[in-house]
């Protein structure tokens, strides 16, 4: 199975956003197409993570620009070596949420940097974004159907009807800046049943 065809039956789109790129191929926009699959390809160690919304879209993404115990930011990972926000697939949208590093689990606190944990925003439901914070029990929370995840444990399921956690994007700081160390730790995406 294809990247597209994954990623449209992990989200339930109608059209893959690489068809759609392939399409504008065959009408003779090679260039565009090199330059849309270069910020598809999924995060790697050295991608910087970026402001994905909001005044600083685009700019890095430091530790200082979170809010100690949340809401988490939305970020996209950013090639250093090009510049490419590698937006091209929202499987690559990452939620950062920073806490308080001595309530993170151990296994947790292995991807994190300075109390700075990073998911996936992709819920395993039916991938909806997990862009909502609760404030109370300082959970993430997916908004379609609520389903909730613990960023200080591996981002496991407490509530909801969410099946898997959130997969988990290790990050260091460089001069404040969060800078991925590794690819995700799981797969993203929700997975339909056969
Ligand atoms: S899509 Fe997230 S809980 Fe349903």
Redesign the pocket.
Known sequence: MGEAEREREACGCGVGRREVVLGAALLGTLPVVAAAAGNERRPKAGDVLVHSMGPKKGKPLSVEDLPPGGPGMLAFPMDPATGTVLDGSRFNEVVAVRLDPTALSEETRKGAADGVVVYSSI?S????P?SMWNEYEHMLV?S????MFDPRAKAKVVF???PRRLAQLPVKAEAGVLVVTGPFDGRIG?VRAA
């Open positions: 819920c439901h039916e991938a909806c997990v997916c379609c159907h609520g389903s909801g009807p969410a929700a």
